[in-house]
């Protein structure tokens, strides 16, 4: 790879990053924060990369956030289970892997969150449907166009990259992510002593 090419691709990252709704962002991060103050669970799911960042935010919530923290976030990823989401693939169709396992859980108080470059996905829309007429509170990370998410206003709250590349879409999507578990940390951080400090 040549250093012209990172260097276009990183300036595409920070284009796309600067050009995302801060309002959109700072109500992601009370809605997050909300919930896992409530131990309230969290619904997690994506394809591909974006099932990658599901499983990532929960480990950054489960494990990260926790440390040192009074919070017990309840985040579950729905493209971690390989046994039941091809079983539900095979009986049922690819295009309900999530919104059969939100049927299945018991709760109707909680939070979906879908995570989607193109925001086209039926498993994702299907996912995000299924959860609102539960009663679930729903959230989409989108890019690209917002796809069909946005254009029928699928999710209650949702944080928009402007940007038509997958990778770069996905990189502020982790990058988003990781903000707003590192800033919920940061707040409900509980320090042993003066000398311990946040490290994040």
Do not use: W
């Not at 595409?12 to 896992?36: C, F, N, W």
């Amino acid at each position: 790879m040549s250093s012209a090419f990172f260097d276009v691709y990183a300036s595409g990252v920070t284009e796309a990053l600067s050009k995302i709704d801060r309002a959109s962002i700072s109500q992601a991060h009370r809605v997050i924060e909300m919930y896992a103050k409530e131990q309230a669970p969290i619904y997690v799911f994506g394809n591909g990369g974006s099932a990658a960042l599901s499983e990532h935010f929960s480990c950054d919530h489960t494990k990260g956030v926790r440390h040192d923290t009074p919070l017990h976030s309840n985040i579950i990823s729905l493209a971690s289970n390989m046994a039941l989401i091809t079983a539900i693939a095979n009986d049922y169709s690819y295009d309900e892997i999530f919104s059969k396992q939100i049927e299945a859980f018991p709760n109707n108080r909680g939070l979906a969150i879908a995570i989607s470059a193109s925001g086209n996905s039926k498993n994702i829309v299907k996912g995000l449907r299924t959860a609102g007429q539960k009663g679930l509170e729903t959230m989409a990370f989108v890019g690209f166009d917002g796809g069909y998410v946005m254009d029928y206003e699928m999710a209650d709250y949702v944080v928009y990259v402007p940007s038509h590349n997958y990778g770069i879409v996905e990189d502020c999507h982790q990058i988003l992510m990781h903000s707003i578990a590192q800033s919920i940390r940061t707040k409900h951080f509980l320090a042993k002593d003066d000398k311990h400090e946040l490290k994040l």
